[in-house]
């Protein structure tokens, strides 16, 4: 931050960070206590104990005005892995991983470990300026809180799904038929909306009591903000809109998210899992899901929010926003990369004074290289697909109702590849016709 | 939780006796499908499970009617069960259905039904039933409680009120079609009146007059909308700058300067730099050619940088990074007859289409 120094920040922040860390003494007592006294398991509740004092000494420590902090090394290799590539190659394998090792992680203890780990990484991240001026945004605050909540609902359909699955083996059903007696709307339905209401509106109240409403400036249609964002949860079609042509990834890929949502049930073969939480059962769906919504849309969002800076540059958590950062980022076409730097050759320009006609074909001709590609992709790869990898699909499922689904995938599979073309290549268009406003 | 609500309904269903205790004590056992389900009393299961080939009897109406229409008592069944047996060659479908006064009042009406009609509805006695199911039964007989389809399924021929009209659908059961009663046989038409007397004919004349002017008056009040509409889109007075303005001599614009001042009033960028190395003046329009922001112009590095998906020009407009996929546009410029130079924002000449060796879109230098 200009103007403020480190000191200033870190005594500015202190104080709320000693209320941060004895929450989370509390919360780790209130822990302890419960598997002591509920479950009996004493081993357990004394380590949480010690954790809980833990935090109290630290939470006293900051009150004291000198929070624990990050050294300088571990920021820049935070600042270093959120680089683009490892950023969106990591989460992906942070993916698999969690998926190879759901059986362990969904432990109860497991998982709180985790929480309050990454809790800890919260609050020693937060005596970073940097960091704390993009977490306590008033915009970004609540995206926060929305982070851990989805971290939580992965933890808890994983757990069932987990523990339906443990069942099947067993021959036993799912827990949701176990008690399968229904509940009635009134009261019980009723009454419960009725509490989650008065709770949301309370929360709902303090919230804007205690975090202003972030208003800025007056729109004006020459002066637009830097960097400029969309609200968070279309921060991921931002992201998209960095890789395509507004065409593409304003209308025809949102579009072709929401058919094939549309189309699911069409698609879906499987008659398993119904009304129950499984992986085992529904293995293929729960993966393509699972890839298009915690990596294609939520970790855009989550970059979008707190990775991207001024001039909509790719900033670590622990970095500066410096508007004048200067990055390389000379983008090239295919065509370019075929005509010039390949065959050594200017580019086919199509003179503005010929026929029509011989323009397009022009055209074609500098362009003839993305489209067969593009071509190939799309007619050449789904048949190639249901001889290998998904014959048993392909059987299933007939020729439509097939290359319907290998479209869609492929057209999802495009938006990562593109994103590392782009950061490896600099790879701009495909197919660059900005004639007739067609890039691909 | 489930056992709780069993408990509570066990309260309940005492609850429910003790209420129709007051006229006969074992009431509410019978009272409905629902109930007599829910405690399979002694003195209910008789009552469907024997009359296999019980034929109805006229007197059967009798017993029923005594209980005012209402809920009979076991005493009542029974004897009603019984007086079948002795009876006629007329069949009671249903001496357990929801309303047995009814199903006995229409009996002597009924025509025979096959005696394997019984036995699902015996079997039915027994299945069990939910909470939600038995309390609403028990609050109000004539409503049963909310079901899962499976009950509703078990149920379903239980509880048809009216078999006579409406046959059993079952797999077990079969039953020939009865003949419909009388009340439920559909009534002829009436013949329509197709001759058309005075007063039908004025009626039709002020109901479609009605109708008429209504149409009328409404699709007049959507064009008037419409022109409306319209004429909003010719304002009276246009708060826009002048499309065409000067932006000072040629002079004042120092080789390689980008002038951003007119930026805010304009949207015009006036760059002194060169294209394909001639150099020359020239008025870029400061609209992303990705998705329309308005970038900044950063002279520490030299380019036009968007802040919306990163797009980054060359001082000439040429695109060179981000998604952007064309170069900015130019508005034509000449060098007006005062000498000074004049911006026209009504005509733009595009890069990628060759418009910018057009002459008017740039002044010499
Ligand atoms: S609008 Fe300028 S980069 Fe998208």
Redesign the interface.
Known sequence: MHGVSEAEVVSGIAPFLGGYYLFLASMNAVMAFYLWHYKHRTNDALVWTAFSLFMVIVSAAAMGGSPPGLPESVRNLVNWLTGPVIYSVGTTVLLVIAYVLRRWWVKPMVAWTLLNISLVAMGVSMVDANFAAIVTKPDNVPIVGLVFLLGFFTWLATAKAVENDNRAKEGLPPTEKL?D??V?VWPDLVYTELICMVALTALLLVWAIALQAPLEEPA?????????KAPWYFLGL?EM??????WMA?VVLPSLVLVGLAAIPFLDFNKLGNGYYTIEQRKFSYLVFQFGFLELWITLIILGTFFRG????IFGPFEFWD??K?LA???VDLSQYFWIGFMGEALP????DATTLSQILTILLREWLGIVLVVLYFVALPPLMAATIFRGFFVKMGFLRFMLMANLLLFMAALPLKMVLRWTLNL??II?I??F?L?F | ??EK?KMSVAEILAAARKTDGGATSDEAAPKSSDAAEAAPAAESSPAPEKPAAKPAAKPAAKPAAKSGGGRPSVAEMLAAARAEKQGGAKPAEKPAAAKPAAAAKEAPAKKPAPAKAKEPVAAKAQAPK???SILAAARNPSKPG?M?KAEAARQAPAEKPKPAAKPVKSKLTVPPMPAKPDYAKPKPKAAAATTTDRRGFLTGMMLGSCLGIGFVSMSTTFGLWLLGTARFMYPNVLMEPPSQFKVGFPSNFAPGQVETKF??QY?VWIVNYEYNGEPQIYALR?VCT??G????W?E??QKF??????S?FYKDGIN????A??PLERYAIRVADDGQLEVDKSKLFQE????W?DPASFVAV
């Open positions: 008690d007696e229904k009635l004006s249609s020459v002066k637009t903000p830097n960097p400029s931002q809109l960095v890789y395509y042509d507004p304003g001024p001039n909509w540059n508007p004048h200067v980022l000379n983008n320009k199509p003179s503005p701009k268009y660059a900005p004639e406003f890039n | 939780m489930a609500k939910d909470t939600g909310p899962t930026v805010g949207g400061t990705h998705l922001c308005t970038p900044n950063l520490g590095e940088k968007c802040p919306c998906h990163g980054g060179f990074e981000g998604p996929p064309r990628e289409i060759g418009q060796s």
